[in-house]
């Protein structure tokens, strides 16, 4: 058998004994034992004494080694359940009204105000089980070419090849009713145009957003000078102007 050396340290115990600790602490304080320690144990230091200095040492190393030093992990704390979801669409962000919202083995109707974000809550007073108030989120789900991000609005339109390439006049039907705007030639597509206080209404401290409109060129897509023409003569017949 072999003999045991002096300065051999064979158990974690003993190595945090060594360092004046009962069990494994956080590396930091593991960091300033050692270091009170060793200086305690120097031999050029008054009541130092080389064989304890060794030992500290080899109790240093054999922590590190064996990793006994990390403390033991908490638990991880239970996350809070989950709010349930209302889902709208942007319309209903917009005007507002009434949806149906599924909570747990429930269909709620909900009315929903003007101007709700994606993220927000709404309070059902006393509607959950316990009689106690329900949160529900707030989620917009794009629907129908419109989508929402944070206050705005996004949406495509078509519009005629020669537009971007001649610069011109765009009328875009949007949630809001026919709205006008202009284009300067040569613009390298998708090209997206905004349309001021067009997006979510003002809320709170919320400012209204805006809506941001990419236009998508299409070949088929009659220009605005094409469309005006045809407009007016579906108003403008023959038998109109007969009468």
């Known amino acids: 058998m072999r003999a045991r050396s002096h300065t051999e340290v064979t158990s974690t115990r003993e190595a945090y004994a060594l360092l004046g600790l009962h069990g494994a602490v956080e590396p930091a ?3 300033r034992a050692f270091r009170q320690a060793v200086k305690a144990a120097r031999p050029d230091q008054p009541g130092g004494d ?3 200095f060794r030992r500290v040492i080899a109790a240093w190393r054999l922590i590190q080694q064996d990793g006994a030093w990390r403390p ?4 991880p704390a239970a996350r809070p359940a989950a709010r349930p979801v209302v889902g709208i669409t942007p319309v209903q962000a917009l005007n507002g009204g009434r949806v149906r919202a599924a909570v747990a083995d429930r269909t709620l109707r909900v009315t929903v105000p003007p101007g709700l974000r994606s993220g927000e809550h709404l309070r059902l007073r006393r509607a959950a089980n316990d009689g106690s108030d329900l949160y529900l989120s707030v989620l917009i789900r794009p629907t129908d070419g419109l989508s929402v991000l944070g206050d705005d609005l996004f949406m495509t339109w078509p ?3 020669r ?3 001649d610069g011109g006049r765009v009328e875009i039907d949007t949630h809001a009713g026919r709205r006008q705007a202009w284009v300067v030639a040569d613009m390298q597509a998708p090209v997206r145009l ?3 206080n067009l997006g979510l209404p003002a809320r709170g401290g919320r400012a209204p957003g805006h809506l941001f409109v990419t236009l998508m060129p299409v ?3 009659p220009s605005s000078a094409e469309d005006l023409l045809a407009r007016f003569t579906r108003v403008w017949t023959p038998d109109r102007l007969a009468a």
């Open 50 to 52: 080389a064989e304890r």
């Open 29 to 31: 304080a593991l960091t």
């Open 219 to 221: 070949a088929d897509c």
């Open 163 to 165: 537009v971007l390439e």
């Open 159 to 161: 519009v005629s090849p």
């Open 194 to 196: 905004r349309l001021r």
């Open 72 to 75: 033991a992990l908490a638990a």
